[in-house]
């Protein structure tokens, strides 16, 4: 009896563990991964529709695999919907907080919405954690060098009249 808060512990810590090790990295699902490759030949057609599509079904098969966000992400640029696009990046960057490509993808659509900002955050972050010589780095650094598209603008920046008239 003595033994038995031990014994518990010692057996939660190996089932934690055991659980992490089978987790990294596992092979995607064939299916999922041919379904990327007709994506990215319906994305490279300008067929952005047809890209998620296929994106979308190699998420049903393979949850789990994280190349399938990046890919809908780059979709949903395609097709200027860059708020969507974000979302897809950063679901991928809760499963992989460093994934360089989504912090530099996560960038990428922030400039293009006009959040130059948060942008540049994502560049910092970039920079510290890969270097300034790094793909994704260079990537983001030359889309904020772009000039921006035009800033979105908030509901407190249009203000109505306040000025009531009233005729009788």
Do not use: H, W
Not at 21 to 49: F, M, N, W
Not at 152 to 165: K, L, N, R, S
């Amino acid at each position: 009896m003595r033994y038995a808060p031990a014994a518990a512990a010692l057996s939660l810590m190996l089932a934690v563990s055991a659980s992490v090790g089978l987790s990294a990295d596992r092979a995607p699902d064939p299916r999922a991964v041919a379904l990327l490759a007709e994506g990215d030949k319906a994305l490279a057609a300008d067929d952005a529709q047809g890209a998620i599509d296929s994106y979308e079904a190699a998420l049903s098969i393979d949850p789990g695999y994280t190349p399938v966000l990046l890919k809908l992400a780059e979709a949903a640029r395609a097709e200027e919907l860059q708020g969507k696009a974000i979302g897809y990046y950063r679901e991928a960057l809760a499963r992989d907080p460093k994934n360089f490509a989504a912090i530099s993808g996560e960038g990428e659509a922030l400039v293009e919405k006009g959040a130059i900002e948060k942008a540049r955050r994502n560049l910092a972050k970039l920079k510290s954690l890969c270097g300034a010589n790094c793909t994704e780095t260079r990537s983001l650094a030359i889309a904020l060098s772009r000039q921006p598209r035009e800033r979105v603008m908030t509901a407190e920046a249009v203000m109505p009249d306040t000025q009531v008239v009233s005729q009788n």
